[in-house]
Structures are given as structure tokens and as C-alpha cells.
């Protein structure tokens, strides 16, 4: 029923290039991510929804006007249109293997490139939907505009179909997710929403309303730079230095390759430098502020002593908070989750519940007051060239939303 409009929507979307820049200081990040910012409020509005419009710091809003009375809580449903900086998101190049046959999906621009169902169990199960993937040079972008394709095909559906009773809500679009700052500038006034739904999840029937705690530490290492040929006994090589302290960083645990479930970890996800200066940018994650903090105390305690041992070197390590483990705030009042669950249900999936392995928007503006769950869409191996999508569970997400929004009738 929605597979087509899914499609149409999702591939145009993805052929935007939207990838947020970290060490930007604008709103957004990158100028660029207002093409599809600028897109979808045209779109909305074509649609017939009310109050669209795009904020200066990269947040496309618009509402979906109430069809039943009461005192109805307004929802929010979001999505984020930048990608990741991790991997390429330039030039992407969607393709749909129609009524996928089981077979491994080799990528035309990098052959090497392969997603195989061998190593990927759940592509296996997705055999005769339609599996949606990039070229093999580029992400995908279903993180998170296969949540953006949701929230526009639910919206065109609500406001055709005005017999579905339903509380006002709020369409709210954000940059910069994928560098911590997709709700930054965004405030309560502006949402104008009692409780929200991210759409940045993963497989059919998840509802997650748990996330890491997060915190990010800037290792700074100032050496001493001197011409090579006259270094010795003077110079202080801060590259060499930073791959000292690299290699006493936790291998065997407290990584990402080596942690699952419930279990934090400490990674170092960028360097830059020369001899006068290295900097190592490093994420802490954990589930409790306890473990972060035990996170954070190993990097220091790292960072105290190679500075003990070489004093001409200057080290700094200063930590920030990124955001909190939604679940915090969420337990004090549980109902955005039981209604996301219900509809779940409502919409015939086996429900499934999940601690998310990262955070969404959605950690941040529970923190601020607006509580917010997150709800699949279906994305896997996102983040990377061999990220994909079935167009069928995106459907599922569909159904989900129209159930959901009929819950808080009754609230």
C-alpha cells in the first residue's frame, strides 16, 4: 500500500548529499544539509499540512492539524536528514533489487563489496521484498532518511485520510544527529509537543527507550618542534607520542570490537597532527554514569601518565558531555513507550525491545523534557558501503506510525 510512494521518496532523498561536519561551527554543519531541509518543506506544504517552515538553524517543522477532540497530547514524529561523516555520502546511487532472491548483493562501483546474507543473517530473511542499497563508493543514507521517507508517507496518508482520529502532530526534521547536535539549537517552543517518536531504528517491531550515556574526550598533546637535522636532545615528537598513548589504549576490552549488549566502551574515532601537536578525538559509552565515569578515569589516568614520563610534552584531556541514557527520564512516566508498543501490536509485528548501542535525538530531548522513544525503520549496516534497506519493513514503520497516532486519543 505505501511501498511505492516509500520508494519514490526514499530514493530521491538519498541522492541529496547531506553528510554533517563535526568540526563545523555553523547551524547546521553544512549548508548543504538545507537541500533537503528546504525540500521537504515544499513537499509538506503541497501536502496540505499547516505551519511548515524552516528555522535558520536547519530544523524543517510543520503539523498535521487534530481530527479528534479532547485534551489529546500533541506527539512529534522526527527524522535526521544528515548522514555520517564516517563514509562518503557524495554522489550517492540508490538500487532496488526488486523481490530479492537470497543471493549475495555484489556492489557495481566496488565489486570487492559484497553483502553477503552469510554474514548478515537478517538480509536472508528478507527475501521477495524489495532491498534498496547504494553502489558500493558511498553510504546509503537510510540513517535516517528512511525515517524522513516514514514521517512524509505517514503524514500524506493522515492529512487524506482525515477520519483517522488523532491528537495535532507536530513534523519536526533535524541536521547534525549523526555529529550530536541534531536537537542543539531546537527548543520546546518551536517543537510544540508534549512527547515525541525519533524514527531511527532498526528492525521491525522495535521500540527502544534506552540509549548510551555519552561523553567525548579531547586528548590535545603539545611537543616540542625543531628542524630534524638539529632535534636531538630537543625535540618532542607529538605524533610519536600520540601513538604511544593509542597503543596503551584498552585492546582486549572496553572497545568496540570487543564489547556487545550492555557493555560500555572507550574508542578513539580520529587523529590529526604534526610534530608540534596531535590531537586524539575519543568516545566514552556506557549504559550508567558509574561506568562512564570509569571511562573517563582510565583516558586521564592514560594521559597522567605518559605525561609523567615525558614532561617537555604538554597533555591535556578535557571531556564533554555529549547526552544521557534516555531511559532515566523515560521510567518516571512510561507511556510514550506503552503506546509505541500497542501499536506495535496493533499493527500485527512481534514486538521487540532493545537497548540502542548509540543515541538519537531523541536522548536529548528526553533530557530536555520532552520524552522521546525511538521507532524502527528498518535500517541495517548503516554507516558504511554496505548499508540497505527493505522497502517492506519501511512499510512496517508506516503502519506503526498511523496505529501509534491513534493511541493518544484515549491518553
Known amino acids: 500500500m505505501f511501498v511505492k510512494e516509500l520508494e519514490d521518496r526514499f530514493v530521491r532523498y538519498v541522492k541529496i548529499d547531506t553528510t554533517s561536519d563535526e568540526f563545523s561551527t555553523t547551524a547546521p554543519t553544512t549548508q548543504k544539509q538545507f537541500d533537503l531541509l ?8 503541497e501536502m496540505g499540512a499547516a505551519d511548515v517552515r524552516v528555522t535558520d538553524y536547519g530544523v524543517t517543522l510543520a ?4 481530527t479528534a477532540g479532547g485534551d489529546i497530547p500533541t506527539i512529534a514524529l522526527l527524522g535526521h536528514v544528515d548522514t555520517s561523516p564516517q ?11 526488486r523481490n530479492y532472491d537470497g543471493k549475495p548483493i555484489v556492489l557495481p562501483d566496488a565489486p570487492e563489496r559484497v553483502i553477503d546474507p552469510a554474514a548478515f543473517p537478517y538480509l536472508a530473511e528478507k527475501v521477495g521484498d524489495d532491498v534498496v542499497t547504494a553502489s558500493g563508493t558511498t553510504l546509503l543514507g537510510a540513517d535516517d532518511k528512511a525515517g524522513v521517507a516514514i514521517a512524509m508517507v505517514t503524514a500524506n496518508y493522515l492529512l487524506q485520510h482525515p477520519e483517522i482520529p488523532h491528537g495535532k502532530i507536530r513534523l519536526c526534521f533535524t541536521p547534525d544527529e549523526e555529529v550530536g547536535r541534531g536537537v542543539a539549537n531546537l527548543t520546546q517552543s518551536d517543537l510544540e509537543a508534549d512527547f515525541a517518536y525519533t524514527l531511527d531504528g532498526q528492525f521491525p517491531g522495535e521500540v527502544c527507550y534506552e540509549t548510551f550515556s ?32 593509542i597503543d596503551r589504549f584498552p585492546q582486549d576490552a572496553r572497545s568496540p570490537w570487543t564489547t556487545a549488549g550492555r557493555e560500555g566502551y572507550v574508542y578513539i574515532y580520529k587523529m590529526e597532527g604534526s610534530t608540534a601537536e596531535a590531537t586524539l578525538h575519543v568516545l566514552l559509552r556506557d549504559y550508567e554514569l558509574d561506568g ?26 578535557k571531556i564533554e558531555q555529549q547526552y544521557r541514557n534516555m531511559r532515566y527520564w523515560l521510567e518516571n512516566d512510561m507511556r510514550p513507550v506503552e503506546y509505541a508498543q500497542a501499536a506495535v501490536r496493533a499493527a500485527g509485528l512481534p514486538l521487540k525491545t532493545r537497548v540502542a548501542r548509540g543515541g538519537t535525538d531523541g536522548s536529548r530531548l528526553t533530557e530536555m523534557g520532552i520524552p522521546t522513544p525511538d521507532i524502527f525503520t528498518g535500517m541495517q549496516n548503516y554507516h558504511g558501503p554496505l548499508e540497505w534497506v527493505s522497502l517492506q519493513d519501511m512499510e512496517q514503520s508506516v503502519r506503526v506510525c498511523i496505529e501509534l497516532v491513534q493511541q493518544w486519543v484515549d491518553a
Open 38 to 45: 528546504n525540500l521537504l518543506a515544499d513537499e509538506l506544504r
Open 63 to 66: 503539523t498535521i492539524p487534530a
Open 87 to 97: 563514509f562518503s555520502g557524495t554522489d550517492v546511487k540508490p538500487i532496488i533489487h
Open 214 to 245: 555519552a561523553d567525548k574526550a579531547t586528548i590535545t598533546i603539545t611537543g616540542v618542534s625543531i628542524h630534524p637535522g638539529y632535534a636531538r636532545g630537543k625535540m618532542v615528537n607529538a605524533v610519536q607520542l600520540a601513538g604511544k598513548l
Open 292 to 317: 562512564l565515569a570509569e571511562h573517563a578515569a582510565v583516558v586521564e589516568q592514560l594521559c597522567a601518565e605518559l605525561q609523567a614520563e615525558e614532561p617537555r610534552a604538554k597533555i591535556e584531556c
